[in-house]
């Protein structure tokens, strides 16, 4: 099957620890959703992160206002790497991110021109702030599937159906400056799978989640994590908006949405 090439966009004064920066595009959703990707190329030993950056790190911001054609991306993140430095710990990818993006025209008749600005974090022994405008010839449907695109998607996390979790539920108290969170995680499968670490989120970006206290009991994951929004006192919260993400023993489990209980 013959694939679209694309050359690296250029990187006006590339930044250190950045090898390179493009572009790449083939394939759809099931639903007929073009497909392209990011990719970042570090040099040997660097990292950059995932969309929740963990503690120390510098999540990753997107515009898109110069791209034609476009109402809506969805950023389809492989699993991230678990970074324990310092005392700190973060979420990531070592020496190369490949973040697929399934995009949406406003006119599913016309192409998509692509261009988007991104900042994100570059670290080694420091971490620096870094930013590229990357672009692509337009996107149209149809485009041949892309091999490093196939690779990111299978190496999303898995559906909580896969990974054995079911009847999951959080608690919610407030706090001085916002909620703390109590997940009940029956998670069978993963008993012994290694250090289990678990993400909160809130669909508020500007909602901060503290790191999680987790525990294992048999087959039960709890974890509690506090989440302060910019006002810094107790809000109303609603387990729609909550996303967690648990990673252990080089696997990662995406859970949407947990039911609130009393």
Not at 2 to 12: C, G, N, S, T, Y
Request: glycine share 8%; net charge negative.
């Amino acid at each position: 099957m013959a694939l679209l090439a694309l050359a690296p966009a250029p990187v006006a004064a590339q930044p250190e620890g950045l090898v390179g920066a493009k572009i790449i595009q083939g394939g759809q959703m099931p639903d007929g959703r073009p497909l392209a990707a990011i990719v970042l190329q570090l040099a040997p030993g660097w990292k950059t992160y995932w969309r929740s950056a963990g503690e120390g790190g510098l999540p990753p911001t997107f515009e898109w206002s110069a791209t034609q054609n476009l109402a809506d991306v969805a950023y389809l993140w492989p699993s991230p790497q678990v970074f324990d430095i310092g005392g700190m710990r973060s979420f990531g990818y070592h020496e190369r991110l490949v973040l697929p993006l399934a995009m949406t025209p406003r006119d599913t008749a016309q192409p998509i021109d692509l261009q988007v600005k991104m900042n994100f974090g570059l670290c080694k022994d420091i971490c620096l702030p870094a930013e590229v405008t990357l672009t692509a010839p337009p996107m149209a449907q149809g485009a041949p599937d892309h091999p490093l695109i196939l690779a990111a998607l299978a190496d999303q996390p898995m559906t909580a159906q896969a990974a054995g979790a079911a009847n999951w539920s959080c608690s919610s108290t407030p706090i001085k400056d916002g909620v703390q969170v109590a997940l009940t995680l029956p998670m069978p499968m993963w008993a012994g799978a290694g250090d289990e670490v678990v993400v909160f989120e809130h669909s508020d970006a500007h909602i901060w989640a503290s790191p999680a206290q987790v525990m294992r009991q048999g087959d039960t994951l709890t974890a509690v994590a506090d989440l302060v929004p910019p006002q810094a006192k107790p809000f109303d919260l609603a387990g729609d908006d909550l996303r967690l993400t648990v990673l252990a023993g080089g696997k990662a489990a995406d859970l949407l949405g947990c039911p609130l209980v009393p």
